[in-house]
């Protein structure tokens, strides 16, 4: 087993630990990527795994490559019955619920906000905000009485400029905001809620949306350094984990984005300024304008 990643804020911010061994863990999102290499890391912990997916038979396949103690069950995050119904399944099945990790989340098609389909923006609501209260409400009784822990994946997205993909910074600040609420609404019940944070993380849905297509390689580009270092599904899935194992408030992926996080509301006050009179960016967003 890999060691666990070091908590940069550890020693400002000290956590109880968290064994999942024997537990229940439900993670969304996970037929692939992150959510892939989580229930396969919590497996490997000895957690009964919940793999959910909106593609059942990646969710099936996921749990028999996984063996005794995984479920895959299929699941769209923005249908409401449906999750209901998929809490209550598990319940049901293994008698407790322990953790959840609402990692379900999609990319809009690059538009502006004068140029986009509405219909673009109610997807990426639908599923990356809205589908993690789908997720999270029906679960929080039982977390409450396991004395469990949740974690809603946002993105350092949500304290970044969002200039051609608004409806996804906007979803990840929404989600940020839901579970810090949450962390304060449970911290009288024995269970907690930690966020986690990412920056680029290798997967299909970046690949799709920042190397196969020409807007996307521009805006990638316009990342300075540390931020446009990409880290592996692996590494963003054992940051959750090792987040769960200390019931971490807050993780963050990969260590560049930790000054942007703890300073961002000097830095957006300088970045958006200079984001707005740059020459280059003026032509990129044109040139996402004149696609649309």
């Not at 990692?103 to 538009?111: K, R």
């Not at 997807?123 to 949740?150: C, K, Q, W, Y």
Request: charged share 20%.
């Amino acid at each position: 087993m890999k060691p666990a990643l070091p908590d940069p804020l550890g020693w400002i911010f000290p956590s109880a630990t968290y064994d999942v061994k024997g537990k229940t863990a439900l993670v969304t999102g996970a037929g692939q990527g992150i959510g892939l290499e989580l229930v396969t890391l919590l497996h490997r912990r000895g957690a009964q795994v919940v793999v959910v997916d909106i593609d059942e038979a990646a969710a099936q396949r996921t749990a028999r490559v996984l063996g005794s103690g995984a479920y895959g069950v299929g699941g769209d995050v923005a249908d409401r019955a449906r999750m209901d119904e998929v809490i209550a399944e598990v319940v049901e099945r293994f008698g407790h619920l322990d953790v959840v990790v609402a990692n379900a989340g999609v990319t809009p098609v690059p538009a502006t906000i004068r140029t986009m389909d509405p219909a673009d923006f109610d997807r990426v609501m639908s599923v990356n905000l809205t589908g993690v209260f789908n997720t999270v409400h029906p679960a929080l009784d039982h977390i409450v009485e396991s004395r469990g822990h949740v974690v809603l994946v946002s993105s350092c997205a949500a304290f970044a400029p969002g200039m051609g993909g608004s409806p996804y910074m906007v979803s990840k600040a929404a989600v940020e905001q839901l579970g810090r609420a949450l962390r304060v609404e449970l911290g009288g019940s024995g269970a907690t809620a930690g966020i986690a944070y990412f920056g680029v993380v290798e997967t299909s849905m970046t690949h799709d949306v920042l190397d196969a297509d020409d807007l996307g390689r521009r805006i990638n580009d316009l990342l300075p350094w540390p931020l446009n270092v990409r880290i592996s599904a692996e590494h963003a899935a054992r940051t959750i984990a090792d987040g769960i194992g200390r019931r971490a408030a807050r993780t963050i992926a990969p260590s560049g984005w930790q000054p942007y996080a703890l300073l961002r509301g000097a830095i957006n006050i300088v970045l958006d300024r200079r984001l707005a009179a740059d020459s280059t960016v003026h032509e990129l967003v044109r040139a996402i304008e004149r696609r649309r």
